[in-house]
């Protein structure tokens, strides 16, 4: 007997909005990885990424936003509002689901420290934001071990395509990579104002985490 769409539309849709989150957090960690590296040499692009990098981590939250709270809806899954916000109380692979949860929670309070970060100083929110890492890991964690797709042949080759770059960025960011003697002062940040940027030239530095500014 054909199933139709429409009976399992909600299902449809938080599996959609999972693929794109998860497409778009890597996009973002790759990102935030390439800035804190300084492995992009074009001055130009250096200069645009800070934005596409905040934009694409927006899309990303909105994503797993979109991915959780369609959920409601599934009348397979029954999650309800306890399901989708307690960790690990979910009775669908409630391991997976709960890296999930928590992957979440981590974008959602960390993505946005970005706005927090005069208040908080640098030195904190760098240390804060480099956890966003976690994000992505958890993320691929929830997709493999509760994803739908997570079997599938198409998903583990974006997350391979994706994966390698990021582990190798990831290693080039524990090894130093970047922080050489020319690189020792801090490149001031492009969504600064420019007043402040006279005020407090090299002040700012570029971000060195690898994801979402709220974004990532």
């Not at 090894?175 to 690189?183: E, H, P």
């Given at each position: 007997?054909?199933?139709?769409?429409?009976?399992?539309?909600?299902?449809?849709?938080?599996?959609?909005?999972?693929?794109?989150?998860?497409?778009?957090?890597?996009?973002?960690?790759?990102?935030?990885?390439?800035?804190?590296?300084?492995?992009?040499?074009?001055?130009?692009?250096?200069?645009?990424?800070?934005?596409?990098?905040?934009?694409?981590?927006?899309?990303?939250?909105?994503?797993?936003?979109?991915?959780?709270?369609?959920?409601?809806?599934?009348?397979?899954?029954?999650?309800?509002?306890?399901g989708?916000?307690?960790?690990?109380?979910?009775?669908?692979?409630?391991?997976?689901?709960?890296?999930?949860?928590?992957?979440?929670?981590?974008?959602?309070l960390?993505?946005?420290?970005?706005?927090?970060?005069?208040?908080?100083?640098?030195?904190?929110?760098?240390?804060?934001?480099?956890?966003?890492?976690?994000?992505?890991?958890?993320?691929?964690?929830?997709?493999?071990?509760?994803?739908t797709?997570?079997?599938?042949?198409?998903?583990?080759?974006?997350?391979?395509?994706?994966?390698?770059?990021?582990?190798f960025?990831?290693?080039?960011?524990?090894?130093?990579?970047?922080?050489?003697?020319?690189?020792?002062q801090?490149?001031?940040?492009?969504?600064?104002?420019?007043?402040?940027?006279?005020?407090?030239?090299?002040?700012?530095?570029?971000?060195?985490?690898?994801?979402?500014?709220?974004?990532?």
């Open positions: 007997m054909r199933v139709e769409p429409i009976h399992y539309i909600w299902w449809l849709v938080s599996r959609s909005a999972g693929v794109v989150a998860l497409g778009m957090v890597s996009v973002s960690v790759l990102i935030g990885l390439a800035m804190a590296t300084r492995i992009v040499s074009s001055p130009s692009l250096r200069r645009r990424l800070p934005r596409l990098h905040e934009h694409v981590a927006l899309v990303a939250l909105s994503a797993i936003a979109l991915h959780g709270l369609s959920l409601l809806g599934d009348s397979w899954l029954h999650a309800g509002w306890r989708l916000l307690i960790p690990f109380d979910l009775h669908y692979r409630p391991l997976y689901t709960g890296l999930g949860i928590i992957a979440g929670y981590l974008a959602a960390l993505g946005p420290s970005f706005y927090l970060r005069r208040r908080i100083g640098t030195a904190l929110w760098r240390r804060l934001h480099r956890a966003t890492v976690a994000v992505w890991i958890l993320g691929v964690v929830h997709t493999l071990g509760a994803g797709d997570g079997a599938a042949l198409w998903m583990r080759a974006v997350l391979l395509l994706t994966g390698a770059p990021i582990v960025l990831v290693l080039l960011r524990v090894l130093g990579y970047g922080r050489s003697a020319g690189s020792t801090p490149a001031r940040s492009i969504t600064s104002s420019s007043t402040d940027a006279r005020s407090r030239s090299a002040a700012d530095p570029v971000l060195s985490a690898s994801a979402p500014r709220a974004s990532s």
